[in-house]
């Protein structure tokens, strides 16, 4: 999965963001509005981390995300 659909499903990705990064409110993620460079602003001020480490945060969590998208792929071709 790659950033763009991130994007494209930013209203159904939220939930899972706010499960990750607790402090983040709706209203951020409202402000966010699925762009990546915003995302990492934000988690980098609520959490007083280093902007390195704001992006590695989101960056595992898109491949984890990216990772779930490709094992329900293959459940489902092994269904079918």
């Keep these: 999965m790659n950033w763009d ?12 963001i706010r499960t990750r990064w ?7 993620l409202h402000l966010v509005g699925g762009e990546k460079d915003k995302l990492v602003g934000l988690i980098q001020e609520r959490y007083g981390i280093q902007k390195d ?26 269904a079918s």
Excluded: C, F, I, S
């Design 53 to 78: 480490e704001a992006q590695r945060q989101v960056d595992d969590w898109h491949g984890n995300m990216a990772a779930e998208n490709e094992a329900e792929k293959d459940k489902y071709r092994k």
């Design 22 to 28: 607790g402090k983040l409110t709706d209203d951020d």
């Design 5 to 16: 659909q991130v994007q494209g499903k930013w209203k159904q990705m939220k939930g899972d």
